[in-house]
């Protein structure tokens, strides 16, 4: 993220916290002429709707964030904006758990592009059950991620801005 920008960006800023998200999303990016993204991150106890709930917003938060660096890797400008985001909720998002979520660029025209996702709650499990386990399956999806829930899908519309002189690409190359 461009350095500028992460104090007062909502995911890096405002939601970090012990209690909150610890630590910053971590991002694996394939970006070539469309984009695919792999994300994980650990949503704390105090980002509840409902008590023992993660909020939906935040869910929705979380695809923003991770669509918006998927079309920034698309658009030469490295700039884009949402458009249109529909969510639909699955299972419900338990806290204190680790999340895995996907997105992928699945369509381009010009200065739009349309981004697909899901997110996923993995189940708990200590370090020495993760150490017995096979890495992964052979699609490539970790056994542990297979085994998660399905808490959320989401695609979207993202356009890139006509006057980008005046903004800074939150994530630069």
């Known amino acids: 993220m461009h350095p500028t920008a992460s104090s007062v960006h909502m995911v890096i800023g405002s939601l970090s916290g012990p209690t909150k998200m610890p630590t910053d999303p971590y ?17 704390g106890s105090n980002l509840c709707g409902h008590p023992g709930f993660v909020h939906g917003g935040l869910l929705f938060t979380l695809f923003d964030d991770a669509f918006a660096r998927c079309a920034s ?3 030469s400008s490295r ?3 949402t458009a249109n985001l529909d969510i639909s909720f699955r299972n419900p998002s338990i806290p204190d758990r680790v999340y895995v979520y996907r997105s992928e660029v699945i369509k381009r025209e010009g200065r739009k592009a349309w981004i697909a996702g ?12 993760m ?7 052979n699609t490539g999806v970790s056994v542990e991620e297979k085994e998660g829930t399905l808490v959320a899908e989401a695609k979207a519309l993202f356009v890139e801005p006509r006057n980008v002189t005046a903004m800074v690409p939150l994530y630069p190359k």
């Open 118 to 129: 899901e997110i996923r709650c993995l189940r708990p499990f200590t370090a020495e059950e």
């Open 27 to 43: 991002f694996f990016v394939k970006s070539d002429d469309a984009c695919r993204m792999i994300g994980i991150c650990y949503v």
């Open 79 to 81: 700039i884009g904006m």
């Open 131 to 137: 150490l017995r386990r096979q890495e992964s399956t």
């Open 73 to 75: 890797n698309v658009f």
